[in-house]
């Protein structure tokens, strides 16, 4: 055998569609469209990413020139979008296309990068990035690390260190910022370095109506409840009258209002059963349990005018 | 001349990639890392100073070429070493240590001989970068 053959020439030609398949990749973009519900646009954005990323590391094995891309994302919308769930699939999707070594997500806020006295906020700062490396650091709520009112805020340094690790550890961790849409276009207005160093913003629209009928008949389903057809369409009428309410939060509020309903169900079915109940009786979410809320009769009781 | 002890001391100095490996199986061990530094070279000199605090929950070995590279930033001059911890129920030990940064001078040691009664002798090493006072070893 000369001395030649041993060494690994590079292969001529790729296969994207196996690479896409072998990868798992398919996998974690299946799952996205079948358990995430509505979020056109963000799922668009995820499979563009994946696509980058598979072409970028198909260049590599062709030994063509390649740059790594930076992937710092900001992701903005209203409470309850799915930010939180989308962060958690794009660390799975980062690890499997091999960009991230470990594709663990850490969820941190402002109080976990910002000390209360000076000098605490730079070694807080950077044991949370240590932790994140080799994986993803999402970051809630981003835009209260700057705080323009007070001038001595300890914010601005955690901001500093964090723009400086995103920029020399580029190959360690992938930062995701995510916040309410108007807070972060001021939050990253007053700090240009932020803007541009996050080359991709995604923007979790609104769920629809039927898009959140859909989402609490998945997340009863997950907990072995159903509803009866009037139930259901209570629900909608609920929904409905929700949205037009203050503090609507999209699937959360409908969560919120589901943990409700299974209360009001418990307590129906403990001051009405006299005899013995079946497995269906449980997991029955009636007319009643939620016609019952508040919302119908004008929101909560802190809004209520004159209350 | 130089100081061997620890792991890997016989071989060349490891580059960044190499502590990153060996960082890794560490912490795939479930070994707690850390980062250490002095500037006195002696053998049984155990405890060296600390650079932060060991690294219980980190999952990956960037984490440890970062802190190794920030300590080399104010302490390139002096002996640095990463060490791994293993605090598995019983054990409570060092598992692993190796040296990864070193002074560009390193003077060596003299052996120094006490005669004691009789014909004994006693025999000691000191370092030549020990007779400087602490800090000024390795300008």
């Known amino acids: ?307 | 001349m130089r100081v061997t002890q620890g792991a890997f001391s016989f071989l060349p100095d490891l580059t960044d990639e190499q502590i990153h490996v060996q960082a890794q199986h560490c912490i795939d061990q479930g070994y707690a890392v850390s980062v250490e530094y002095t500037d006195d070279p002696h053998p049984r000199n155990t405890y060296w100073e600390m650079w932060g605090h060991p690294m219980f929950d980190n999952p990956d070995a960037a984490s440890v070429v970062y802190e190794v590279n920030e300590c080399r930033k104010q302490h390139g001059g002096k002996y640095i070493r990463v060490i791994a911890f293993d605090a598995t129920p019983g054990w409570e030990s060092i598992r692993l240590a190796f040296i990864v940064n070193r002074p560009a001078q390193e003077p060596g040691f003299r052996l120094q001989r006490e005669e004691g009664p009789g014909r004994t002798v006693r025999y000691s090493i000191h370092s030549y970068a020990a007779d400087k006072p602490e800090g000024a070893r390795y300008a």
């Open chain 1, 1 to 307: 055998m000369s001395l030649d053959a041993s060494i690994p020439t590079p292969p001529l030609s790729v296969d994207l569609r196996k690479d896409f398949e072998e990868s798992g990749v398919k996998d974690v973009l299946d799952e996205l469209d079948r358990t995430l519900i509505g979020l056109e646009p963000v799922k668009t954005r995820l499979r563009e990413t994946a696509a980058l990323l598979l072409v970028e590391r198909a260049r590599k094995t062709l030994g063509l020139n390649h740059d790594t891309p930076t992937l710092h994302m900001s992701f903005t919308g209203n409470p309850g979008t799915g930010k939180t769930t989308v962060a958690l699939r794009m660390a799975d999707l980062l690890h499997r296309l091999g960009y991230v070594r470990k594709g663990h997500l850490v969820t941190v806020t402002r109080d976990d990068l910002v000390g209360q006295y000076i000098g605490h906020t730079a070694p807080k700062t950077k044991e949370v990035l240590k932790k994140a490396m080799g994986g993803v650091l999402f970051i809630d709520e981003a835009y209260y690390l700057y705080r323009p009112e007070n001038e001595r805020d300890y914010g601005q340094e955690a901001i500093e260190i964090l723009l400086q690790v995103m920029e020399n550890n580029r190959d360690d961790l992938v930062v995701i910022l995510a916040g309410y849409a108007d807070r972060m276009d001021r939050f990253f207005e007053s700090n240009p370095g932020f803007r541009s160093r996050i080359a991709h913003h995604i923007d979790f629209p609104d769920y629809a109506d039927n898009e959140l009928l859909e989402i609490a008949e998945t997340m009863l389903g997950e907990q072995s409840y159903h509803l009866t057809p009037a139930a259901r369409s209570a629900l909608s009428d609920y929904i409905g009258l929700r949205r037009t309410q203050p503090h609507f939060a999209n699937a959360r509020s409908i969560r919120n209002a589901l943990d409700r309903a299974r209360l009001r169900q418990a307590n129906r079915l403990f001051r009405a059963a006299d005899g013995p109940l079946d497995a269906a009786a449980l997991s029955t979410i009636d007319e009643g349990d939620i016609r019952a809320s508040r919302v119908f009769d004008g929101g909560l009781d802190v809004d209520r005018k004159g209350a």
